[in-house]
């Protein structure tokens, strides 16, 4: 409720899921992995959908990676790395980072470009996870120093690119 009106936000990819539930993320990927063992490096997700947001914290938990930072958009994101760049822990704080591509304040080439543009951070992978990932936003992408760019419903394959990646 907003003053005296109500105020309804939709959630375009929980819609776009339920009419299509092959788009929505594949789940059943992380079961096809096999036993894993509790990894508790930091991991910063930047995801403004919460449906997503969930899905994904909960895929990454069952994937064995417990040490999840959520945040809602890229500035969230970028203020969290800028303090522990700050105070000197950027690696206790932040390994990777996953971050979907348009969101609001800060979207998630413009956080990628932070970070790869800054001395302190630019080693940080970080994995755009996005359902806009297409040849021209992934050409956007590569320029902008991205070390893996995924389509959303491939929750397998990110487990894997962490994997690799860190």
Do not use: C
Request: net charge negative; aromatic share 4%.
């Amino acid at each position: 409720k907003f003053e005296d009106r109500l105020v309804i936000i939709l959630d375009f990819e929980k819609i776009v899921t339920d009419i299509s539930p092959a788009t929505g993320l594949k789940i059943e990927e992380i079961a096809e992995l096999g036993e894993r063992t509790r990894n508790n490096i930091p991991v910063l997700m930047a995801e403004d959908s919460a449906l997503l947001n969930k899905l994904i914290s909960d895929s990454l938990k069952k994937a064995g990676y417990v040490n999840l930072i959520d945040t809602v958009n890229g500035q969230e994101a970028w203020d969290y790395i800028s303090k522990a760049r700050d105070e000197g822990n950027i690696k206790d704080k932040v390994r990777i980072v996953i971050s979907d591509i348009e969101m609001p304040i800060m979207d998630g080439h413009h956080l990628l470009k932070l970070i790869k543009s800054d001395d302190k951070t630019k080693d940080i992978p970080v994995i755009i996870f996005s359902s806009l990932v297409n040849d021209e936003m992934r050409k956007k992408g590569e320029a902008l120093g991205a070390d893996a760019q995924l389509s959303k419903p491939e929750i397998g394959n990110l487990v894997r690119e962490i994997d690799k990646l860190v």
